[in-house]
């Protein structure tokens, strides 16, 4: 190899590595976890689906301190199944992308899961009756 073709090589950007680096200087942005909107729009617009989570949760809150414990509840665990949908049909969800696209699904659904069947089994009068779940609850509680 000549001294020309090895001063040509040298001028060339090197290809990024796809090894993890040695020592983490930077925490990476979650999958989808650009903006939803461009840098041009107003701060809210860009993170619109964390907003619309968190405004479902709010109203929930304000339902149930105002005594409306079933259906306050019942919108926070749909607020945040709609976060899970939200997480898994859109690219960039902005900061309601936290983890990778699957664990924040994971986490959202389940979490939502949970509190709607909590809010349709709370006593008294519940809306929904599962004898194992019933059963499971009389268990530990007793």
């Known amino acids: 190899m000549s001294a020309e073709a090895h001063a040509e090589g040298a001028s060339e950007p090197q290809r990024p590595s796809r090894r993890f680096p040695r020592i983490t200087t930077d925490t990476a942005r979650p999958e989808g976890g650009g903006r939803t909107a461009p840098g041009s729009a107003s701060p809210p617009a860009r993170q619109w689906p964390l907003l619309a989570v968190m405004g479902g949760v709010a109203l929930g809150l304000l339902i149930v301190a105002l005594d409306g414990f079933r259906i306050g509840t019942l919108l926070i665990g749909l607020s945040l199944l709609g976060g899970a949908v939200l997480r898994r049909v859109l690219p960039k969800v ?49």
């Open 94 to 142: 902005g900061m309601l992308a936290v983890r990778s696209r699957f664990t924040d699904m994971a986490t959202y659904g389940g979490l939502g899961v949970a509190i709607v069947l909590l809010a349709l089994m709370a006593q008294p009068k519940p809306w929904l009756k599962i004898p194992f779940l019933d059963d499971l609850v009389h268990f530990t509680v007793w």
